[in-house]
């Protein structure tokens, strides 16, 4: 678990626990990924990209363990649109459609959950705006560089095509840890660079 959430956000670990994990906070010095993260910075309070390459080197030394990448990957984005498509019924109950649709986006799994299926009504010719808010700490599509960049801080994920803020990037500790990694889903990207998406970074507030 990341360090600043595994801090910031007690009770996520004790449910854990009660199903029976062991949860460290991350980085730890239980692999030579966050051994050498680290060594550089003693005080590091963690990160998504930190805790995946923990993960991925973690998974990839044990026979029995596989490790799924998230958020960021096609096939994530393509079974969180349950959440579009089920507000898009709900909406047709109350004969209704949005003029905007507005989400958090990090990785880009919450974005692309609510978006993407409002977005093949946009490329048919509906008119309504898609609008990724990421926070101002973080700002990975308004501030960062469309490159191949790695998917964790170490570079032992394959290369992905993506706006980012560059895998070494340290977020600060904001309380929306989902909201603090340095890229963005290769789709969400593609289409923000294509201007058929919008993005702002705002200041987060409060717990989101």
């Known amino acids: 678990m990341v360090k600043i959430s595994y801090e910031q956000k007690p009770y996520r670990r004790s449910l854990r626990k009660t199903w029976g994990a062991e949860v460290f906070p991350s980085p730890t010095d239980m ?24 993960a991925v080197e973690e998974a990839a030394g044990r026979d029995d363990t596989n490790y799924a990448l998230g958020s960021v990957l096609n096939h994530v984005l393509l079974h969180q649109t349950i959440i579009g498509l089920e507000a898009k019924k709900q909406l047709e109950m109350v004969g209704d459609y949005p003029d905007m649709i507005f989400a958090p986006c990090g990785g880009g799994s919450n974005f692309g959950g609510i978006a993407f299926p409002f977005f093949a009504d946009k490329a048919a010719g509906k008119k309504i705006d898609l609008v990724a808010v990421e926070p101002s700490s973080c700002p990975t599509l308004t501030k960062g560089v ?7 801080t170490i570079g032992l994920t394959p290369l992905m095509k ?16 989902g909201l603090r990694y340095h ?9 923000y660079k294509e201007g058929l998406i919008d993005a702002m970074a705002a200041p987060p507030t409060g717990n989101i």
């Open 31 to 54: 692999t030579e990924a966050d051994r050498t993260i680290l060594a550089q910075h003693p005080d590091s309070q963690g990160s998504l990209g930190i805790s995946i390459s923990e």
């Open 146 to 152: 469309y490159a191949y960049d790695f998917g964790d």
């Open 162 to 177: 993506m706006f980012t803020l560059g895998h070494d990037f340290m977020p600060p500790g904001i309380h929306a840890g």
């Open 183 to 191: 890229g963005d889903s290769a789709l969400v990207s593609q289409l």
